[in-house]
């Protein structure tokens, strides 16, 4: 079983920047395709980021291109995501699934593993 817990996440200004952590235990993920999703109130969970599992290959939603970076740390089990030059539309609650398919992709269904999430506001 794997255990995921974001973290990192708070009430920053439209301008600002922040960094998310996600730690997983349990089993090892150094295999996993890891992502970042989000939720806003009242939207559809939504793709942000994934990364392969050597952190060769990334792949980013058009809204955060150029302003948010997932990078992950295998000896560690941590992933991590960027977030620059934030925006209102970017508060959520933001959630790290892994998922045991190697390509990439921004399908939810694909990721079998869940954190309960970070929530990061932005305030204008």
């Known amino acids: 079983q794997v255990r995921l817990v974001e973290s990192g996440g708070g009430l920053v200004q439209a301008g600002d920047s922040l960094k998310l952590s996600c730690a997983a235990s349990g089993r090892t993920v150094s295999r996993y395709s890891w992502a970042w999703f989000r939720q806003g109130p009242g939207d559809e969970r939504e793709f942000v980021a994934a990364?392969?599992?050597?952190?060769?290959?990334?792949h980013y939603a058009d809204s955060v291109k150029g302003r948010f970076s997932i990078s992950r740390d295998s000896a560690k089990n941590i992933l991590y995501l960027q977030m620059n030059n934030l925006t209102r539309e970017d508060t959520a609650v933001y959630y790290c699934p892994a998922s045991i398919v190697t390509v990439l992709t921004p399908r939810r269904e694909r990721y079998g593993y869940w954190g309960r999430g970070t929530q990061v506001t932005v305030s204008s």
């Open positions: 990364i392969n599992w050597s952190g060769g290959n990334t």
